[in-house]
């Protein structure tokens, strides 16, 4: 079992319409969750940063972490054809090395269309 | 892109000969990371430096290796360049202690034939 998966895709929805975009994990450790927007032949952006469960809205996108089941979710209102792009999730346990993270693990991407 | 450029951002190399990828940051940011990204893996860390000649490896390290004389640049070099490393390079930051999220670079985009 991969330690994060993550439905590739592709998930095509209409402009405007509530996307729902998901990973699950295995280890228990992680306790930093983040969300990227990957497009085609750029570098990942990061969307979302959160801590532990529970829910964190940033204009159009809302990101849910339920560490109980293991289960992350990123949310887009009101979607635009310009949220077309492929989002990773990404966590990181806890480091003890005084700084920041020894790397992240990530999901493999899920491809998202919105048609115009 | 956070204050990251990578260089060079497209090459491609025969197989056997060495290979150096640099990533530059202008903020004196302590934490650099080396991925790579392939169809069907995602992003997988290959090594990362907490500081001034300070490197660890991640879970792809085989055939690679880094180096950081400066708190600005981190490389990467592939010694022998195999077609199993023909991938898209990124390189990250972390911008604050303490923080575990992580900026990403544009990438390289690196064939070997």
């Known amino acids: 079992q991969k330690e994060v998966e993550q439905d590739p895709g592709p998930l095509s929805v209409p402009e405007g319409a509530i996307v729902s975009l998901n990973c699950t994990y295995s280890?228990?450790?992680?306790?930093?969750f983040m969300w990227y927007r990957q497009y085609s032949r750029k570098g990942p952006e990061l969307l979302m940063y959160?801590?532990?469960?529970g829910n964190k809205e940033d204009g159009r996108f809302t990101a849910q972490v339920d560490k109980s089941s293991k289960y992350i979710s990123l949310f887009i209102r009101d979607s635009q054809p310009s949220d077309s792009a492929t989002y990773l999730c990404a966590m990181s346990r806890p480091t003890y090395s005084g700084g920041g993270a020894d790397g992240l693990t990530f999901g493999k991407g899920t491809h998202l269309i919105i048609q115009p | 892109d956070a204050g990251i450029t990578q260089s060079p951002r497209h090459k491609v190399t025969e197989t056997g000969t060495p290979v150096t990828l640099r990533c530059h940051q202008t903020?004196?940011?302590?934490?650099m990371y080396w991925y790579r990204q392939d169809p069907g893996h995602g992003l997988r860390l290959i090594h990362y430096?907490?500081?001034?000649?300070?490197?660890d490896k991640g879970e792809v390290s085989d055939g690679y290796s880094v180096s950081r004389s400066k708190t600005e640049d981190f490389l990467l070099t592939l010694e022998s360049a195999t077609s199993s490393q023909t991938s898209v390079y990124f390189c990250?930051?972390?911008?604050?202690?303490?923080?575990?999220?992580?900026?990403f670079g544009p990438g390289t985009r690196l064939t070997v034939l």
């Open positions: 903020e004196n940011h302590r934490y």
């Open positions: 959160t801590y532990s469960s």
């Open positions: 430096s907490y500081g001034v000649k300070d490197t």
């Open positions: 990250a930051i972390s911008v604050r202690q303490g923080s575990y999220e992580q900026f």
């Open positions: 280890n228990s450790a992680f306790q930093y």
